[in-house]
Each structure stands twice: as C-alpha cells, then as structure tokens.
C-alpha cells in the first residue's frame, strides 16, 4: 500500500471512530490513538526521512494536512461534548439554559467627572501642571493671603461654612473652602516661577440653590506666573479653551469684575445654551451664563508669597464646573446632576 493510500485509511478510520466518541474518556483515547506519539500518522511523519526529496514534498504536505484535519475535528467533537454535558447537567438540576439571560448594565463616570477629567486635559496640553489641594482649608488661605481681610464686604459674596467659630479658634478659624483660589497660594509659597497649574475640586458655599446654583461644586482654578505675562495670555488661553471645548461658533463675552485679589478683574461668559443668547429662565433673560472669574494676580498676592511683583507678573482664574457641561449639553437645571435620577445621568 503507498503513503497516500495509508494516510487516506487513517483518515477514514479515525473519523469513523470519532463518530462514536460520547465522552471526555473516550476523545482522550482516540486522540492519543490518532494523534498521539505512537499512532500511525507520527509513524508516517517519522519516515518522510527515509523518501526521495519529491516524495517527501507530496507526502508530507499530505500528511501535516491530515494531521491539521483531525484536531480541528478533535476541537469540534471535545466543544459539542461539553456543550451536551452542560445541558444534560442543566436539565437534571432543573435549569432551562434557552431562558434569555438577565443583562447588566455596565457603569460610568458621572457626567460632571467625565467633563472635569476633559477640562483638565485641555489646560495638560496647554502645558499646565495639575495640583490638588485640602477642602477643609485656613482662614489665613482661603480670604487674608488673597487680599480678603477680615471685615472685607468680599467675605459676603462667598457666604462660608465654618469648622471653628472665631472665638475657639484664636484667630486661626478653619472652614470649608469657598474657592478653589486658596491653592494659589499654597503652590506660590513651594514652587518659584516660572509656575502654570490648574486646581481642579470640591469647593463650599452656605446659598440658597436655583438652576444655577449649588451648596458643594466643582471649581478649576488656573494660575500661571513667569516674567511678561499679560492680560492678552489670560485671553489667549480662555479663548483657547473655550474654542477646544465648546467648538469654534461659540460665543464668548468678557466682562470687568472685581476681586481683591486680582487687577485687573475680569469674568467670562459663553453664549446660553438654552436659548442661543435670546434668554431664559437659566440665563436670568441675559442670554449669557458666567463661567468664571478671572484677572491679574494682584501685586500685593505676589508679595505675600515673596515673588517680586517689580519682575514677575502673573494671571489666574477660577471656573465652575457644573456649569460647563450644562452649556454643553443644553441642561437647563444644575440640580439634575446631584439628584440620583438614573435616567438623566444614564444619558452621558
Ligand atoms: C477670580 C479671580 C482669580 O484670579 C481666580 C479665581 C477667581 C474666581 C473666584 N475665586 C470665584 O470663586 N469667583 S466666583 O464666586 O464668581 O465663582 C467662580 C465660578 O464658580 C462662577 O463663575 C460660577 O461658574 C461658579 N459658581 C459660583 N457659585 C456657584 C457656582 N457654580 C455652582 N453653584 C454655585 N453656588
């Protein structure tokens, strides 16, 4: 009998065999019958050796080719014989395996996270460096460092949830931070300029809510200070920002504003959402929403932190987060993101 004919009477064979197998036992066997070191096909293999270069060629093509068939065969017959026993297993427990399964949904950020880790990523690429800072924070940083003394009517405008009450406390009060610019300082007095950051976080205030307002938001302060740094900088870099996340058509409107800790004082608002600028109940009919504070880091700041204000210049601002994603995606109620209510939050 030739090679080819052998190779042709192993095939029949052990496919005829396999037709039979009804178990793991049994599969094991004829694999180790077929294809296993002593079956016939390794004992053609093993003598390719002994044949002409053009026998060689054909025979052994031939034989890799039924070896390739008959663990593909092995696969299918070892995957159908487990798939029959799980069935047989699922009957006998009382298990009906053609009831569709229940689904689960898979998580996902919250949409106020999703945006602030965009946010940060904008300001990375514009080569800021991300810091973070305490929530429980000192009178001393979080008003006097900023220009924001005792008495100041500015406290007003930021109405503040203590942790000591001043007379415990000795003049050295903590509360919970109303801003994220307490970081400002914090960062000024380790790290010399030239500095940019973005502080990103929870900040605090004891108001009454509305569409847009809250007790606990997301800030994302910005500070960036080195020799020659102007007022155009600060707009570069809002513009820059606001034309990343918002897209080109946007628009933007800077306002003067005041804060004591900055000279001049600015705030940016984008065109509302809602009503593209014809106003609404979010927009207070201004057609505008302000998304942040901002101006040149007041001379007296920078010399509190001994940067020499004779040489250094420095711009900052500080953004409400929850107000970005409502511009973004039209929401009219600042309150939807913190109510639980799984199908506004399932929407991002
Ligand atoms: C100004 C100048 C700087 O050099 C640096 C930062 C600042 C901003 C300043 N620290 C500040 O907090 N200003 S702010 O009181 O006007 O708040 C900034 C932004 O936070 C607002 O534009 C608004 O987008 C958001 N915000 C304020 N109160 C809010 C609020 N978002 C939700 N709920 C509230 N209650």
Redesign the pocket.
């Known amino acids: 009998m030739s090679v080819s004919q052998q190779l042709e009477e192993i095939r029949k064979a052990a496919m005829g065999e396999l037709d039979g197998t009804n178990n793991a036992r049994e599969l094991e066997a004829w694999r180790v019958r077929y294809l296993g070191k002593k079956s016939q096909l390794n004992e053609v293999l093993r003598s390719l050796s002994r044949l002409s270069l053009e026998e060689r060629k054909a025979v052994g093509a031939a034989a890799n080719r039924l070896k390739a068939d008959l663990e593909n065969e092995l696969s299918q017959k070892e995957q159908a014989v487990r798939q029959d026993r799980l069935v047989a297993s699922a009957g006998e427990r009382g298990i009906d395996i053609s009831l569709p399964g229940r689904s689960f949904r898979a998580g996902r950020l919250h949409p106020v996270t999703q945006v602030y880790h965009e946010i940060n990523d904008i300001f990375i690429s514009m080569g800021f460096e991300v810091v973070e800072g305490p929530e429980v924070e000192w009178d001393y940083y979080n008003f006097e460092a900023l220009n924001i003394p005792k008495e100041h009517p500015a406290r007003d ?2 109405a503040t949830l203590w942790i000591d009450s001043e007379a415990e406390s000795g003049g050295r009060s903590r509360l919970l931070r109303t ?1 994220t ?1 307490p970081m400002q300082i914090r960062v000024m007095e380790k790290v010399r300029p030239p500095l940019r950051i973005v502080v990103p976080g929870k900040v605090y ?1 004891y ?1 009454a809510t509305d569409a ?4 606990m ?1 997301h ?1 994302l ?1 910005g500070l960036a200070v080195d020799e020659g740094i102007t007022m155009a900088d600060l707009k570069g870099t809002l513009y820059e920002f606001a034309r990343r996340f918002f897209g080109e058509d946007r628009k933007v409107r800077f306002r003067c504003d005041y ?1 004591p ?2 000279e001049p ?1 600015v ?1 940016m608002a984008i065109e509302c959402a809602v009503c593209k600028g014809e106003g609404c109940r979010l927009c207070g009919s201004s057609g505008w929403i ?6 040149m ?1 007041h001379p007296r700041v920078l010399e509190r932190v001994n940067i020499d204000p004779e040489v250094y210049s420095g711009f ?5 987060i ?2 970005i994603p409502m511009l973004r995606y039209g929401i009219n109620d ?1 309150r939807l993101f913190y109510g639980s209510d799984l199908r506004f939050l399932r929407q991002f």
């Open positions: 405008t930021m801003h610019s205030r108001e847009t307002h809250i007790p938001f800030q302060e804060f800790f900055v004082g705030e302000e998304i942040l504070g901002a101006g880091v900052a601002f500080g953004m409400g929850e107000r600042i």
